[in-house]
């Protein structure tokens, strides 16, 4: 019970804000007032204070709550790549991924609890490469073992000022995730209850990349076999091929709904002509992302308005969504339907943000992801799940992969996936299996590789 656990932790918890924090039935109340959060003291050279944007949505109550009272104790944060080769290549219009490249993050606070985060790497997307992301994670862990006693939303506010913007926003995203997924574990509450307890099961579509008709065919045969009703399709290097693709995957699974995604591949007149063909072969996609290039708005704008009035088409937008000014600028200029948010491009803070902003201003929600293990695909499936504000939702990157190392964490069984009552995100590497990277990003680093695994073992 959440209340042993509040008695378990006397200096980081009161019995009164945890009975508010949760209701038996994980649901939130009435939202807080604004916070505003102190910089820790242990970057004595930054400014004397900072804002953290706070959602005020009632459904996050429980998390925000958290972000006032949980005290974090570093004990040990480190980082390491995590390579996993994918099943075939993964080609979008700007891009081909041969195998995850990925960096995983580990922090482990004073009282026992161990999180777990992901920064996921897809080139020409994130802003970050793997080489990149491994040298600020190191930095993000070495500032967090110095800080002292002080709340999580304080810890979060100085990640931010340490790793801002669009730049380093896959790395605080898998810094973030691993804070958060410590804390939920100290107070024994999954994520999916933590965000608002709307749910704990939600369903994805799967992604066929570019690739040949037949094998298109093949993979929309196999994903129809494992229960998958909507297929998401990449396009946008050449029209005529996507076409054809197209036509093929409808044989295979005629009763599919369709998701394109372009990744920003299309001119507007490609991709209205698009839309076009589609309905001449009697086919309307239940969605259009990123049609056109990320810095394109009127092409966007006039994709858009074509869509949704000529055929009732909705368009999301991806790439030209990469923090909250794009999607103000989106809202004022009723540029797309649709707002994809993938935590790699603004972190959890900033995710939860923008979720606030579409929903107040009538836009539809996607959760997306680059290419990432079950790490960051169920950290983000727990905010899904519990948040139950998404139409659509696209977290199937693990299903692209030929070896998981994730152990644990959700119940996966074709397009369904289950959250368990599990603290945290419930899933954990072998740490022990993940390399040793050059550069590791840890004080304690000669202690026996065994100490880690019973350490891991200890808490699940």
């Given at each position: ?36 959060f ?68 580990r ?85 999916w209850?933590?965000?608002g ?15 040949s ?55 507007p ?80 803070l ?8 579409a ?52 119940e996966?069984?074709g ?44 808490m699940?």
């Open positions: 019970m959440v209340m042993d656990m509040a008695a378990a932790f006397p200096t980081t918890f009161s019995q009164n804000k945890t009975h508010q924090m949760f209701s038996q039935s994980g649901l939130s109340f009435s939202p807080p007032k604004p916070i505003k102190q910089l820790p003291i242990c970057n004595p050279h930054a400014r004397n204070s900072m804002q953290v944007q706070v959602p005020s949505s009632a459904t996050n109550f429980g998390f925000k709550n958290l972000l006032e009272t949980f005290m974090v104790e570093v004990y040990k944060a480190e980082n390491r790549p995590l390579d996993v080769p994918l099943i075939s290549p993964f080609t979008i219009a700007t891009s081909r991924l041969d195998k995850v490249e990925n960096v995983a993050i922090i482990e606070l004073k009282n026992g609890c161990v999180g777990w985060g992901e920064a996921p790497i897809l080139p020409f997307v994130t802003a970050e490469d793997q080489p990149t992301a491994m040298a600020k994670a190191k930095e993000a862990c070495e500032m967090l073992k110095s800080c002292s006693f002080i709340t999580l939303g304080a810890v979060l506010g100085e990640i931010c000022h340490l790793l801002p913007g669009h730049q380093f926003a896959s790395v605080r995203a898998g810094v973030e995730m691993a804070l958060i997924d410590a804390a939920a574990k100290s107070i024994g509450v999954p994520l209850r933590l965000f307890g709307a749910s704990n099961t939600i369903t994805t579509d799967i992604t066929i990349p570019i690739v008709p037949a094998e298109a065919a093949a993979l929309a045969s196999k994903y129809r076999e494992q229960g998958f009703e909507t297929l998401k399709l990449k396009v946008g290097k050449n029209l005529k091929a996507d076409i054809e693709v197209l036509k093929a995957i409808r044989t295979a699974h005629p009763d599919c709904s369709f998701i394109l995604d372009a990744n920003e591949g299309y001119r007149e490609e991709a209205i002509e698009v839309l076009e063909k589609l309905h001449e072969m009697g086919v309307t996609p239940v969605l259009f992302e990123q049609p056109v290039h990320r810095d394109d708005w009127e092409g966007l704008g006039r994709v858009s308005h074509f869509a949704k009035s000529k055929y009732g088409v909705s368009v999301a937008a991806d790439e030209s969504s990469r923090n909250l000014a794009d999607v103000k600028k989106i809202v004022q200029g009723e540029l797309a339907d649709v707002v994809n948010i993938k935590l790699a491009k603004v972190g959890v900033g995710a939860l943000e923008i979720i606030d902003l929903r107040a201003s009538g836009l539809d929600l996607m959760i997306g992801g680059m290419v990432e293990t079950r790490l960051a695909m169920g950290f983000a499936g727990h905010l899904a799940a519990g948040l139950g504000c998404f139409k659509f939702i696209d977290l199937d990157t693990p299903l692209l992969l030929s070896e998981d190392p994730v152990l644990e964490g959700y996966g069984l397009a369904a996936y289950k959250f368990t009552n599990a603290a945290g995100h419930g899933s954990y590497l072998h740490w022990e299996n993940v390399p040793w990277p050059l550069m590791v990003c840890c004080l304690e680093a000669y202690e026996p590789l065994n100490w880690w695994k019973h350490s891991v073992i200890k699940f």
